[in-house]
């Protein structure tokens, strides 16, 4: 009946989009599920206040669904794709929302907004590559709401921060009512699904710095979209080290990429980050990077491009992200 329902706040109130608030704030959770008329199926709203009420409520609800910034859920929601019976809302859940910048690793917490990692000045700094795949999620109403934690949870093979973890060997902490795990980010994505248990909540993400000091260090992340709200049609993450800004034609001592969009999985591909390691970057090595990239990725087409295209993109986009890191390295070092 309420097709228009857009937004819910079970806690107080209920926004249908465009019309009216209603305030609902009188009536139980569950209560207010039955008496919202709306697409998405019937479901038990649950509302944890900590970590570990949540991990036992997935403990207790195996087919339960977390909802966290609801961007993704919500749509499978309205359309019946996802028909939990139980929803638990961790939006409550602020131990999860939060940014450690350390001196070895970067850790950020499920909870974090795509906004706030985009905003953040000091990830800016530090680890460029997370706030510029942050700002080219969707628009700013999917960013404003949309988190990390549930950009790993859905696993989207077209996901940006997914071609990062794999391309930066990021790992994800797992927690559950009675332990707690690390995985890394090739080993959390596979087609399809991932290597999270249905009692698993995904507490953070995990970058090593080391790797890539702010000095010396340049990040990019291109990808070509079908209009500016879309996901990418493919898209690339780069990072790529230098060994001397100051002198001329800096070496490539490390590079790295991580393709969305262009495989089942996240994708990684070292034989693209082979083809410019170990000399400055030059048209050669750009050209080999772009071609291994087209024989390296495993498209899938789709309605809007065809596998052709998009191993055509990615050797494009290769070449441009490369291309776009190296300059930042070399001509932008970034300060701490
Ligand atoms: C129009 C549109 C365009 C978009 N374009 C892009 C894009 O270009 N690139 C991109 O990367 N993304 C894109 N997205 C997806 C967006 O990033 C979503 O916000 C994100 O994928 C899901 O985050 P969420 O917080 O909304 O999660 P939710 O929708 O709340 O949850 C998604 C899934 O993750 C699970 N989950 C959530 N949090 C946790 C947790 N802490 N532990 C375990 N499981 C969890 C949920 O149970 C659910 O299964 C787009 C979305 C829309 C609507």
């Known amino acids: ?55 036992r409520l997935l403990a207790e609800l195996p087919e339960a669904e977390l909802m966290a910034g609801n961007q993704s859920l919500g749509i499978a929601m309205s359309n019946r794709v996802a028909t939990p019976d139980h929803v638990i ?32 000045s000091v990830l800016a700094e530090t680890f460029p590559i997370l706030s510029i795949s942050a700002e080219k999620i969707a628009g700013p109403v999917v960013r404003n709401r949309g988190t990390l934690g549930g950009s790993i949870g859905e696993a989207d093979p077209g996901g940006n921060y997914p071609s990062v973890l794999v391309a930066m060997d990021g790992e994800i902490e797992l927690l559950s009512t009675d332990h707690t795990r690390s995985v890394d980010a090739t080993d959390y994505f596979s087609a399809e699904t991932t290597n999270k248990t249905d009692d698993e909540l995904i507490r953070c993400a995990r970058f090593p710095r080391e790797p890539f000091p702010s000095r010396r260090t340049g990040m990019a992340f291109l990808r070509k979209k079908e209009a500016a709200q879309s996901w990418p049609i493919v898209s690339v993450a780069s990072a790529i080290r230098v060994d001397d800004p100051a002198r001329q034609n800096p070496v490539i001592e490390e590079a790295r990429v991580g ?68 300059d930042r390295a070399t001509a932008e070092p970034i300060v701490v």
């Open 1 to 55: 009946m309420w097709s228009k329902v857009y937004t819910i706040n079970l806690t107080n109130s209920l926004h249908i989009d465009g019309m009216c608030t209603i305030n609902v704030s009188h009536l139980s959770p569950t209560k207010k599920i039955g008496w919202v008329s709306m697409k998405p199926a019937a479901f038990e709203y649950h509302l944890p206040e900590s970590v570990s009420e949540a991990t």
């Open 89 to 120: 809302d961790i939006n409550g859940l602020t131990e999860l929302d939060y940014l450690d910048v350390g001196n070895e690793k970067i850790e950020v917490g499920a909870m974090v907004r795509h906004r706030d990692i985009e905003q953040s």
């Open 259 to 326: 393709y969305a969009n262009a495989a089942d999985v996240p994708l990684r591909l070292k034989s693209v980050e082979a083809a410019i390691e170990g000399e400055p970057l030059s048209d050669h090595t750009l050209h080999t990077a772009g071609d291994r990239a087209y024989d390296g990725v495993q498209p899938q087409s789709e309605l809007h491009a065809d596998a052709v295209y998009k191993r055509e993109l990615a050797r494009e986009l290769t070449k441009r992200v490369f291309q776009r890191a190296y």
